[in-house]
């Protein structure tokens, strides 16, 4: 057991009381409450170019990657995560049957900083699949190739496929990445239309097919809620629409939408609302806007019997902001945003990632003398699937707080309360002038009347961080999920249970969150 100076620095924090929030949470599922979750709902998309920095090889695995997937899988009966490895890069790929190296990447700062222009895979790039163990794949293809070779090119990229990556570990494969923006990206011409984009994407997927017609697919992977070019109308509603026969050999299996609720040109911040008004993290509101285009997009497919997912998501667009992305606020954020997410049954999320990422939940090797590292939003994803856990049937339920600062949600196990989870997300952060004075930090009372007479208590587990802008020192439940302690393997370094509580005598318990923290309630 490694201890360090966490817990002796929350000692001398003070609380200063502040509001008090009462929560009304039903003892069973209330009809707002989810369908059942995926034990795989919290899964990741990996971007193409640096899979081989987050999982390695035969002979040298990540096993940083491997022990930090792990450790989350284990929270929910160890069943497989689901790695979409694509993104931008996907599409600038070129297979090279005789190449020894695994990828090598052409890097020209003038086109971008964060990813590479294109890359050229060998046959030993499959062996990042299978370097880590008990996850499954999403294959990402390059559609924007069009050159002479494009059909070779992804046939022979389907082919390894199959080939190095175990069938029970293939789940899918993707043709394309954000084709919505190929007449704006400069990639096909501007006259470009949405049903050229349908006609090019069967081609290719019957190309690619195998003779007993065994492949499925994940589509359309559409960047935007709606474009307008001069010549077409790309759209995620309209292109299942009868009109474009998109899915007129039925191998979509899934569909997949993309979303950012904000972008690096919209300066935004963890909850000061900027000029432009936009790209508040730490917000409930805000989140529960920016879900209603994927709440009507969910509601399309489920209605069509079709499973709808966020193939590619996180917090800002353009691999994120620094300190916004890259501090304890945005772990919030994940929590808040997959959960609610989780509530209106979209059935999966895969939270992007890349090496060096501002909103990556790891650096998974070493970068110009930084890394590998946990970052805060990992502790994000360590909150959600341990209040996800291991039932196979839990239904989550957001307790509306009608707040842009306090949110909260239910799960249910066999129709039963099992566990709350509750968000403080009022930004706090320890003046830096404190010194060696006590510390005092705003505290908000909850309330929790459940009227259930059969819980004898709660136990209280903390996600907690020195201040809403922390980079480091945070842990869950008294863990700490750190690089340096065991290669990302749970250490603990403070108490796992910051109280146990007990209902008064009309049913009601009492817990106090501190400003920029998250408590989950298990109940017993
Ligand atoms: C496997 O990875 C190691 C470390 O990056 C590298 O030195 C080696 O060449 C790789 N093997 C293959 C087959 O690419
Ligand atoms: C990558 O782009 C460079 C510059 O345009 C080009 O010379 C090279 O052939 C490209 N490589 C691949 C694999 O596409
Ligand atoms: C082929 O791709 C290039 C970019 O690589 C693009 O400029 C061109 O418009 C494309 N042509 C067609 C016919 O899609
Ligand atoms: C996008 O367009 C479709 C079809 O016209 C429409 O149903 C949908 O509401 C639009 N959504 C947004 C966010 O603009
Ligand atoms: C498909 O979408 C377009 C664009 O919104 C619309 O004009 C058209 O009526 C739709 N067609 C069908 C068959 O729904
Ligand atoms: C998210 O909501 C904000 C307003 O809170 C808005 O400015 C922004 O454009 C939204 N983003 C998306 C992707 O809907
Ligand atoms: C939270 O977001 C909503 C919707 O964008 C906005 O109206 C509200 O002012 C924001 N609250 C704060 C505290 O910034
Ligand atoms: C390392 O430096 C490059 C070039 O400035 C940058 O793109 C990348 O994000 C940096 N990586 C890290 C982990 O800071
Ligand atoms: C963070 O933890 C380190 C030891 O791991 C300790 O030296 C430092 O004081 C802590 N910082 C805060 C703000 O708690």
């Known amino acids: 057991m490694v201890r360090t100076s966490v817990t002796t620095a929350v000692a001398t924090l003070s609380l200063v009381f502040g509001e008090t929030v009462r929560l009304n949470v039903a003892r069973a599922p209330p009809a707002s409450s989810s369908p059942p979750i995926s034990l795989d709902f919290q899964s990741f998309s990996i971007e193409t170019a640096f899979l081989v920095d987050f999982q390695g090889n035969k002979s040298h695995p990540n096993r940083f990657t491997n022990n930090l997937l792990a450790n989350l899988r284990a929270f929910n009966g160890d069943v497989p995560q689901i790695l979409r490895i694509g993104g931008n890069t996907q599409d600038h790929v070129t297979y090279v049957p005789d190449q020894k190296e695994q990828i090598i990447d052409f890097w020209d700062p003038s086109y971008n900083s964060d990813q590479p222009r294109n890359s050229s895979v060998g046959p030993s790039f499959w062996e990042a699949f299978t370097a880590i163990e008990g996850t499954k794949y999403i294959v990402g293809l390059n559609f924007y190739k069009n050159d002479s070779t494009y059909l070779e090119n992804l046939r022979g990229q389907v082919s390894e496929s199959l080939k190095q990556i175990p069938s029970d570990r293939l789940h899918l494969f993707e043709i394309g990445n954000e084709n919505d ?38 589509a359309p992977s559409a960047c935007c809620y709606n474009i307008t070019t001069p010549y077409s109308f790309f759209s995620p509603w309209t292109i299942w629409n009868s009109t474009f026969g998109y899915d007129r050999d039925g191998w979509i299996a899934e569909v997949s939408q993309h979303g950012y609720v904000s972008g690096t040109s919209q300066n935004p911040t963890l909850q000061v609302l900027s000029d432009e008004g936009a790209g508040t993290l730490m917000n409930h509101t805000s989140v529960v806007i920016n879900g209603t285009v994927h709440q009507s997009l969910c509601k399309l497919h489920h209605d069509a019997g079709r499973i709808y997912t966020l193939g590619e998501t996180n917090s800002v667009s353009g691999q994120g902001a620094f300190g916004v992305s890259n501090v304890f606020g945005s ?32 650096l998974p090797i070493a970068q110009n003398g930084t890394g590998p590292s946990t970052n805060p939003p990992y502790y994000g994803h360590v909150m959600v699937s341990k209040f996800i856990g291991s039932h196979p049937k839990t239904k989550i339920n957001n307790i509306d707080l009608n707040s842009d600062f306090y949110s909260a949600y239910a799960a249910y196990e066999n129709g039963r309360l099992a566990r709350i989870v509750i968000l403080n997300l009022h930004e706090w952060s320890p003046a830096s002038s404190a010194g060696a004075e006590a510390v005092k930090v705003p505290t908000t009372t909850f309330t929790i009347s459940t009227g259930d007479r059969g819980i004898e208590y709660a136990t209280v587990e903390l996600m907690t961080a020195p201040g809403a802008l922390s980079e ?9 999920y750190d690089y340096h302690l065991a290669e990302g393997k749970p250490v603990r370094v403070a108490k796992q249970y910051e109280s146990v509580l007990r209902p008064n005598r009309k049913g009601d318990i009492t817990v106090q969150v501190r400003h920029s923290q998250a408590v989950l309630l298990t109940f017993k």
């Open 181 to 218: 923006y190929g007449a704006l990206s400069g990639f096909r011409p501007p006259t470009w239309t949405q049903q050229d984009w349908v006609e090019e994407w069967i081609e290719r997927a019957r190309h690619i097919q195998t003779r007993d017609k065994s492949l499925r697919f994940y």
């Open 331 to 362: 772990a919030l954020f994940i929590v808040d945003y997959e959960l609610y997410y989780a509530s209106f049954g979209v059935n999966r999320m895969h939270m992007h990632q890349g090496t060096g990422y501002r909103y990556g939940a790891w």
């Open 472 to 480: 480091t020192n945070i842990t869950v439940a008294g863990l700490s």
